[in-house]
T-cell receptor, first 115, second 115 residues
Framework: DTEVTQTPKHLVMGMTNKKSLKCEQHMGHRAMYWYKQKAKKPPELMFV???????INESVPSRFSPECPNSSLLNLHLHALQPEDSALYLC??????????????FGPGTRLTVL | AQSVTQPDIHITVSEGASLELRCNYS??????LFWYVQSPGQGLQLLLK??????LVQGIKGFEAEFKRSQSSFNLRKPSVHWSDAAEYFC?????????????FGPGTSLSVIP
């Protein structure tokens, strides 16, 4: 099973809402990632968890809050977002701790629209 | 600064024709190089990667890429394109920053295939 799943597929939220994105993998991977991708742009790294600990935060605003409850699950909690946060949010995982040599397995993404 | 460029924003080819997508990188040391493909509404999938050794790398779906250190290039090729190859293609480089590895994606090349 080389699948990373993400829910929901689509999410529309207002600027005062609180919502969460969920990512799950059952490949036994120990590093998980959140990326943000705007239309016609490459993915931009947001957060990396290695062995369930936050190892990289790419200066992401605090209205995005990641959580890694266990080695298979990664959440992204959203609060007080802005319209410019509308994007495709991608989750990925790698087998070992976050190394740039490892193949990243991506989920299909959550398409987020902030009104 | 290390970077990845993809000179072609958009390419259109006829089905059955050959394909070459260009990628240039700027990196002081031996780079880790990747090609990912993203179909519409999907996450990214690794096509192939290069770390060392044979400079001609074979990947999935009939793709190959050649690393040329003298030209700082890692171009992706396919001898005969299928309509299902229409997608966004990202070249990426793995690099080590002060305390961690990360993968930097190029801006992408959008491929259209004419039947």
């Amino acid at each position: 099973d080389t699948e990373v799943t993400q829910t929901p597929k689509h999410l529309v939220m207002g600027m005062t809402n609180k919502k969460s994105l969920k990512c799950e993998q059952h490949m036994g991977h120990r590093a998980m990632y959140w990326y943000k991708q705007k239309a016609k742009k490459p993915p931009e790294l947001m957060f990396v968890y290695s062995y369930e600990k936050l190892s990289i935060n790419e200066s992401v605003p605090s209205r995005f809050s990641p959580e890694c409850p266990n080695s298979s699950l990664l959440n992204l909690h959203l609060h007080a977002l802005q319209p410019e946060d509308s994007a495709l949010y991608l989750c990925a995982s790698t087998q070992n701790q976050a190394r740039s040599t490892d193949t990243q397995y991506f989920g299909p993404g959550t398409r987020l629209t902030v009104l | 600064a290390q970077s990845v460029t993809q000179p072609d924003i958009h390419i259109t080819v006829s089905e059955g024709a050959s394909l070459e997508l260009r990628c240039n990188y700027s990196y002081g040391a031996t780079p880790y190089l990747f090609w990912y493909v993203q179909s519409p509404g999907q996450g990214l999938q690794l096509l192939l990667k290069y770390f060392s050794g044979d400079t001609l790398v074979q990947g999935i779906k009939g793709f190959e890429a050649e690393f040329k250190r003298s030209q700082s290039s890692f171009n992706l090729r396919k001898p005969s394109v299928h309509w299902s190859d229409a997608a966004e293609y990202f070249c990426a480089v793995g690099r080590y920053e002060t305390s961690y590895d990360k993968v930097i994606f190029g801006p992408g090349t959008s491929l259209s295939v004419i039947p």
